[in-house]
């Protein structure tokens, strides 16, 4: 009795998630923007989400002219779905609409060359290649192992040390993936205007006054600041309620 319970329960979450989700797409539809934006909200409040969500909430926010909660919800959808271009193209749309100009510095030389690899997929891809190359590895080894003929015992070996190759590199490939994404902070500046402090306090000097929408990188915290990286590589701390953590 108590599993048909749960089971008719776990329907039931579904179905108004989803009819949340459906009631803000035809509130969208009909330019409810603000209804729309309570409607999905309401899925959020479930904790049921999507890039699909987080991408209308974006919309929706886009329409309002409101800039920060706009590419905070593009930014959440980007690290649920990193390779969807419609997502990626509405953030740009949205990111035109900041203030703030801050340059990207990009990275050169091996560091970059990794980076650009490993980003290739997501790691829980990597993780099925290696599992993939762990099956071509074991059938290379019995191919080996039950082989007659010295030529296809030799070509079953070669295959096991390029299996057992491309397994190490996408294993390091996925950890490697991995650490960013558990490392890698961004947040989206939410107040209208604020300061960025050379030292954790309110006395410390301006490091340069930051707009709502800009991205940046949280690095640590203190108390109630966190000190932040920008896209240009300056440093400096911003009071922790200017800003929302994307992920």
Partial sequence: MKNILYILLLVSQVFFAQNGFEKGNDLYKNGKYEQAIDAYNSVLSDKKQSAELYFNLGNCYYKLNKVAPAIYNYEKALVLNPKDNDIANN?????KRTV???KVVPKVGFAKLLRDFTAIYHY????????AFS???LLSFLGYYFSALTLNKRLFFFGMFVMLLMLLISVSSAI??????????PAIVFAEMTDVKNEPQSKGASVVILHEGTKVFVKETVDNWKKIQLTDGTEGWIDSEAIQEVK
């Fill in 91 to 95: 953030l740009r749309f949205a990111q």
């Fill in 135 to 137: 099956a071509f590895f």
């Fill in 124 to 131: 829980n891809t990597w993780a099925w290649i290696s599992v």
């Fill in 100 to 102: 703030d100009e801050i």
């Fill in 176 to 185: 490697f993936e991995k650490s960013h994404f558990k490392n890698e902070r």
